[in-house]
T-cell receptor, first 116, second 112 residues
Framework: DVKVTQSSRYLVKRTGEKVFLECVQDMDHENMFWYRQDPGLGLRLIYFSYDVKMKEKGDIPEGYSVSREKKERFSLILESASTNQTSMYLC???????????????FGPGTRLTVL | GNSVTQMEGPVTLSEEAFLTINCTYT??????LFWYVQYPGEGLQLLLK?????DKGSNKGFEATYRKETTSFHLEKGSVQVSDSAVYFC???????????FGAGTRLFVKA
């Protein structure tokens, strides 16, 4: 079974702190994604990566950065946390397909971040 | 652009009732279509998928058929159980793109 793990299930930080969210997948997937999930807004893509050291902005990248130094690990960084970044953060990975589409995404359990 | 619209929830049903959650999409080309489910306190997991027109995806008693003529991918189950209570997301993966577009999600409550 594909396993995607996230470093924390719950996290509480203070405004202005630098926050690191870690994600690791064990299935050698090329693609990895970071989403945030908010009530009534569904999933919104923050950043994705299609290869080591490659990254692309998603729909809401402001206030976030990412790092992918190894294929299995994709980190989300909040440079200076703010209260409007309180949310559920979901990491996902997927294999690349020959059709040029993204195949099934495999999600981690999520990190519920609260910024005070 | 690409988009997914699914029916708003919450949907509340009694056990053994018939379930339909509507999903329509806008996309160019031939996207892949997915239904994901999120149980309380967990991440999303794939429920079923279809990769071309007229394909039917099925899993755990749930079904959805890829209808290109109506740009729809409605989720159905003949007899729901309390354990089906969750949030259901319709999604599409467009041709030639890395991004998956998710609907807003539909929360289902099933009463015993």
């Amino acid at each position: 079974d594909v396993k995607v793990t996230q470093s924390s299930r719950y996290l509480v930080k203070r405004t202005g702190e630098k926050v690191f969210l870690e994600c690791v997948q064990d299935m050698d997937h090329e693609n990895m994604f970071w989403y945030r999930q908010d009530p009534g807004l569904g999933l919104r893509l923050i950043y994705f990566s299609y290869d080591v050291k490659m990254k692309e902005k998603g729909d809401i990248p402001e206030g976030y950065s990412v790092s992918r130094e190894k294929k299995e690990r994709f980190s989300l960084i909040l440079e200076s946390a703010s209260t409007n970044q309180t949310s559920m953060y979901l990491c996902a990975s997927s294999p690349r397909t020959g059709r040029g589409t993204t195949d099934t995404q495999y999600f981690g359990p999520g990190t519920r971040l609260t910024v005070l | 652009g690409n988009s997914v619209t699914q029916m708003e929830g919450p949907v509340t049903l009694s056990e053994e009732a018939f379930l339909t959650i509507n999903c329509t999409y806008t996309a160019t080309g031939y996207p892949s279509l997915f239904w994901y489910v999120q149980y309380p306190g967990e991440g999303l997991q794939l429920l079923l998928k279809a990769t071309k027109a007229d394909d039917k995806g099925s899993n755990k008693g749930f079904e959805a058929t890829y209808r290109k003529e109506t740009t729809s991918f409605h989720l159905e189950k003949g007899s729901v159980q309390v354990s089906d209570s969750a949030v259901y997301f319709c999604a599409l993966s467009p041709t030639g793109g890395f991004k998956t577009i998710f609907g807003a999600g539909t929360r289902l409550f099933v009463k015993a």
